[in-house]
């Protein structure tokens, strides 16, 4: 089995205002925005709560129990990534760690997400790096297997591109396809100034149930 290791994906100029817009969104609202696809399986979850991060991906795959392709993927990692990453078989050894995170860092890649383990989480929490994972553990890993960097993978049952837009909080982690983004974008912000008109309501004494029009509904159970 040879590695495989993908040096350039579908990048654009505008990619740091749509990551900067993603921002401004919860998990929740894009996810909603793009008909509830795209959000990864709950068992992915931050290590930190109040952390919030989003980028265009950098996809690994690597062997079970074994993170050399994340030292792969830094070399050709550029600043405003997101680095999502998986194993051939499943793994919950700790890919990740303090140091690695020091390296992300330095690269100014902005985010860590795995449905691995990842280790050292007082020093991850210390220093508020973004980290998204499925397993906390002390287990370490080898570092001489091959996989592959920038192929698609498969994460918690969703699809991810390399150069995907990737946005991360508290309720989890949601991908949105490359070509998607821009009207992904659009209705996010038509959502969220529909909640606005419905915040105003709840808050001025309506009932949700009025506003909702869940009535009829109700009359008919």
């Keep these: 089995m040879k590695h495989v290791i993908v040096r350039q994906i579908p990048r654009s100029p505008k990619d740091p205002e749509r990551v900067s817009q993603l921002l401004e969104y919860g998990v929740a609202t894009i996810s909603e925005s793009q008909e509830k696809l795209g959000l990864l399986g709950p068992s992915i979850r931050p290590i930190q709560p109040g952390l919030k991060a989003a980028g265009t991906a950098v996809t690994v795959k690597c062997s079970d129990g074994d993170n050399l392709m994340l030292h792969a993927a830094l070399e050709v990692a550029q600043p405003g990534d997101v680095i999502v990453m998986t194993t051939m078989t499943g793994s919950a050894n700790g890919m990740f760690g303090e140091l690695l995170a020091n390296a992300f860092r330095v690269r100014g890649i902005n985010a860590f997400i795995t449905d691995a383990g990842v280790r050292d989480v007082a020093k991850l929490r210390e220093m508020k790096y973004p980290v998204w994972s499925k397993y906390i553990t002390a287990a370490g890993t080898s570092k001489n297997r091959p996989g592959w960097v920038n192929v698609p993978v498969v994460i918690e049952g969703v699809l991810v591109n390399p150069g995907d837009f990737v946005l991360a909080d508290d309720d989890g982690v949601v991908v949105v396809p ?32 009025d506003i909702y029009n869940f009535r009829k509904t109700l009359q008919e159970i």
């Excluded at 070509?179 to 949700?208: F, M, N, S, Y």
């Design 178 to 209: 490359r070509a998607e983004i821009d009207e992904v974008l659009r209705r996010a912000k038509e959502r969220e100034q529909r909640e606005d008109v419905t915040r105003k309501r709840i808050l001025d004494g309506e009932l949700t149930v």
